[in-house]
């Protein structure tokens, strides 16, 4: 079982940034791919990104390739999400989710989630 916490979300302008981390509870972190996604009023829950439980492989949905970096840290037991040059389009609530497999980009893949933080992008 594996207990995941949100926190970084806010309030910023467009062109700032963010660093969003996603503390996980239970000794099998390092076991687990993670990956962020989110959701914005009225609009399904999307992929984000997507970190192996190495860290050595990486993905990003298209929108944000460029401008976030998912890392994590085994030690810590913490997966980060770094957002830079955001936009308005980037509100939303985001979401970290772990599974206990090869990384993926399909939400239902994922067997454990975070309560969420908000994120919204003033233009």
């Known amino acids: 079982q594996v207990q995941l916490v949100e926190s970084g979300g806010g309030l910023v302008q467009a062109g700032g940034s963010l660093r969003l981390s996603c503390a996980a509870s239970?000794?099998?972190?390092?076991?687990?791919?993670m990956g962020w996604f989110r959701q914005a009023p009225g609009k399904e829950r999307e992929f984000v990104a997507a970190?192996?439980?190495?860290?050595?492989?990486?993905y990003y949905a298209d929108s944000v390739k460029g401008r976030f970096t998912i890392s994590r840290d085994n030690a810590k037991n913490t997966v980060y999400l770094q957002m830079n040059s955001l936009v308005p389009e980037d509100t939303a609530v985001y979401y970290c989710?772990?599974?206990?497999?090869?990384?993926?980009?399909?939400?239902?893949?994922?067997?454990?989630w975070g309560q969420g933080t908000q994120v919204t992008v003033s233009s």
């Open positions: 989710a772990g599974r206990r497999d090869l990384s993926s980009r399909l939400k239902y893949e994922y067997d454990y």
């Open positions: 970190i192996s439980w190495s860290g050595g492989s990486t």
């Open positions: 239970g000794r099998t972190f390092s076991s687990y791919a």
